[in-house]
Nanobody, 123 residues
Framework: QVQLVESGGGLVQTGGSLRLSCLAS????????MGWYRQAPGKQRELVAY???????EYTDSVKDRFTISRDRANDTLFLQMNSLKPGDTAVYYC?????????????????WGKGTLVTVSS
């Protein structure tokens, strides 16, 4: 089992920046892929970015060139650096992970989830 705890959300003005963190615990060695999702009020959950164990990353089009996902293995932490924030980025952001041996593709939910952290971007 893997436990994930997000932090770093808050209120920021348009154009501002935030860095989200996700601390992983438990069976850390079993994690293959980690990612960030978000869910805005009244909308479906959306995969924002993910990082493979190889270090390669993928982003949804709306955040490319603004958000950066990274993973600090030494401290078991996943980050999402968010720059040039827009009101449309307002959402609860969730950290998630996929263990080795689990089949995953971007349209499938990951196996482990945090409880989320709220990001609000004011206009």
């Amino acid at each position: 089992q893997v436990q994930l705890v997000e932090s770093g959300g808050g209120l920021v003005q348009t154009g501002g920046s935030l860095r989200l963190s996700c601390l992983a615990s438990g069976s850390i060695f079993s994690i293959n892929i980690m990612g960030w999702y978000r869910q805005a009020p009244g909308k479906q959950r959306e995969l924002v970015a993910y990082i493979r164990n190889s270090g390669s990353t993928e982003y949804t089009d709306s955040v490319k060139d603004r958000f950066t996902i990274s993973r600090d293995r030494a401290n078991d932490t996943l980050f999402l650096q968010m720059n040039s924030l827009k009101p449309g980025d307002t959402a609860v952001y969730y950290c998630a992970a996929v263990p080795y041996g689990s089949t995953w593709y971007p349209k499938k939910a990951m196996d482990y989830w945090g409880k989320g952290t709220l990001v609000t971007v004011s206009s």
